[in-house]
């Protein structure tokens, strides 16, 4: 009998890289890719030659207008982009990244998203790579703090916006987030460069090297200075420096769109619309599929709603409340329909009252905006994403989200979903805790720590071979098989680290443990973990340099490699 996993992300990735069934992998055949390769052909096919897109030209040349407007808006409007635009109007496919606003530009995890949509456009023409900048969302934790490693630190460095803000603006729009002034960004980068510097001097004795971080860091803190001079609100800062990145350092040549762009909401109004009248048929597939998963025994990525929800916010107008979320939820009277909420921050009742069959929300369509299940059917209606860059939260909550919608309306074409691949990375830090633990003896860490280089080694060297489709299955097979042994002694590495601290709780030599466990696998909290999403890019930044930053990235993402592969460079 097949054992079920409890995190639908593990059926996800059982069947994108072993081609391992499970009744996850049925609902999403048609959108789980076994490899870049694999990602474009099911784009193409799930597409075939669908001409809704073609046909709406008045809907394409407003798109093309948007894009064409927020990019330059940024000053990243490139040759690339231009060329990226003609693609987009002559009915190419869109490779989707998407995120909030993030503090300082956000964790490494975001440019490798970058990395991975840019890679997929180098190796389909009829493809355009965009961003969208989520900056409807509302602030919260995740996106107002970024974590710095330190050597001597089990909970690395954290920075983030002032307590006082932080309340001021809890639960409202980022949009409506203040931008930093220059003396809070002055102040930010003066601090994590205090920090940063003082492991590096404790641990390098080199001059020379010690130099090379510095001028590293300063080029890095200029680069952040410069975006914020160019910016106005707070979710400009953060597209100001990852566009940086995509098109003007490595020339990949994005478009860029913003959520909360009143002309970019206009068109979505009639798919809200859509999903209003079909909010019954929404309740009921919401709660039919997500039973499912209960009944096999998955988690079900998204939490019990009630009957009577809507799959979209309304926002406060109350101008204290910065455009905080109104749940909004659907009572039948007649021929018409209620739509009702309350503001939990000014306690104001919201109330509208629409026809049942003819839904009019053009009153205030530009104050709606998604739910995290319904955001991607709402985006997929107007513009043709074949490919959908996810992260590790994305790839979990489609896997219910795109059999939702699929059923609702089986005439949308819904992306496929391409996990992207996480990494583990050396640094001047970790490769100093490292050479303590070897020092220290610790039972098994040396052999784990040889047998992970080995295999990590092997994998560099078949990226590195030049691309030939008659080895893609084979070069596929290997490499799979070689991260799995690389999983496998990163694993035995960390459980030897645990082990040691265990057995030795009030050793000192058990602090040097907690602060490798905490620099190599992010493991800065009990709710965090895994490097990538815990350490912000200018660790990357110093470690490659600003020119080399993505170069780690580009190596890994070929057309034979299956997404959601965890890697170490």
């Not at 200075?225 to 990145?245: M, R």
């Not at 299955?473 to 680290?497: D, F, G, P, W």
């Not at 600003?546 to 990235?553: E, P, R, S, V, W």
């Amino acid at each position: 009998m097949t054992q079920i996993d409890k995190d639908a992300l593990k059926s996800y990735k059982k069947w994108a890289i072993d081609s391992e069934s499970s009744w996850i992998s049925e609902q999403m055949k048609d959108f789980i890719p076994h490899s870049m390769k694999n990602a474009i052909d099911l784009a193409k096919r799930n597409f075939g030659k669908d001409v809704s897109f073609q046909n709406d030209r008045d809907l394409k040349e407003k798109l093309g207008k948007i894009f064409e407007e927020t990019t330059k808006k940024y000053n990243l409007f490139t040759e690339k982009a231009k060329n990226h635009l003609e693609v987009f109007y002559q009915n190419g496919l869109g490779i989707e990244v998407a995120h909030q606003p993030k503090f300082l530009g956000g964790e490494r995890f975001v440019y490798n998203k970058l990395t991975c949509g840019a890679m997929f456009a180098h190796q389909e023409d009829n493809f355009f790579p965009f961003f969208y900048n989520a900056d409807y969302d509302k602030v919260h934790p995740e996106l107002i703090k970024t974590h710095f490693p330190l050597y001597n630190s089990k909970s690395g460095y954290s920075s983030s916006i002032s307590a006082s803000q932080e309340i001021e603006y809890s639960e409202a729009r980022i949009k409506d987030l203040p931008l930093p002034t220059e003396e809070e960004i002055t102040n930010y980068l003066n601090n994590i460069k205090e920090k940063y510097l003082f492991s590096i001097k404790a641990i390098v004795d080199d001059k020379w090297q010690q130099k090379l971080i510095e001028e590293r860091f300063e080029t890095t803190s200029h680069l952040i200075k410069s975006s914020w001079a160019k910016s106005n609100e707070y979710p400009d800062l953060f597209v100001n420096i990852i566009g940086s990145f995509s098109n003007i350092v490595y020339n990949q040549g994005f478009l860029f769109l913003s959520a909360s762009d009143p002309k970019y909401r206009q068109l979505l109004i009639p798919q809200y619309e859509f999903l209003l009248k079909n909010q019954e048929k929404y309740y009921s597939n919401y709660d039919t599929i997500r039973n499912k998963f209960l009944q096999l025994g998955i988690n079900p990525p998204l939490r019990e709603i009630k009957p009577s929800l809507i799959p979209f916010f309304y926002e406060c107008q109350t101008p204290d409340c910065f455009h905080q979320r109104i749940q909004l939820h659907y009572e039948a009277r007649g021929s018409k329909i209620l739509m009702k909420g309350i503001c939990s921050k000014c306690k104001t009742p919201i109330e509208f009252e629409v026809d049942e069959n003819h839904p009019d929300l053009s009153d205030i369509g530009l104050n709606l905006t998604p739910r995290v299940e319904s955001r991607q059917y709402l985006v997929s209606g107007i513009i043709p994403i074949g490919i959908h860059v996810a992260g590790t939260g994305e790839a979990r909550y489609y896997t219910m989200g795109i059999p939702i919608f699929k059923n609702i309306n089986p005439k949308v074409i819904l992306p496929v979903i391409y996990f992207y691949n996480k990494t583990t990375m050396n640094t001047v830090i970790t490769r100093n805790l490292e050479q303590q633990l070897i020092d220290l003896q610790i039972p098994g860490f040396l052999d784990n720590l040889k047998n992970l280089m080995k295999n990590t080694g092997k994998f560099n060297k078949l990226c590195k071979k030049q691309q030939n489709e008659n080895e893609f299955s084979n070069r596929k097979e290997k490499a799979i098989e070689l991260l799995k042994q690389v999983k496998i002694y990163l694993t035995k590495l960390e459980e030897t680290c645990n082990q040691y601290i265990k057995e030795n709780p009030n050793s000192p030599k058990s602090k040097i443990v907690s602060y490798y466990l905490s620099n190599m696998f992010g493991k800065i909290s009990k709710e965090k973990h895994g490097q990538e999403a815990v350490f912000n890019w200018i660790d990357l930044s110093i470690k490659n340099g600003l020119t080399h930053l993505l170069d780690g990235y580009k190596r890994f993402y070929k057309p034979w490699l299956p997404p959601g592969l965890e890697i170490l460079f």
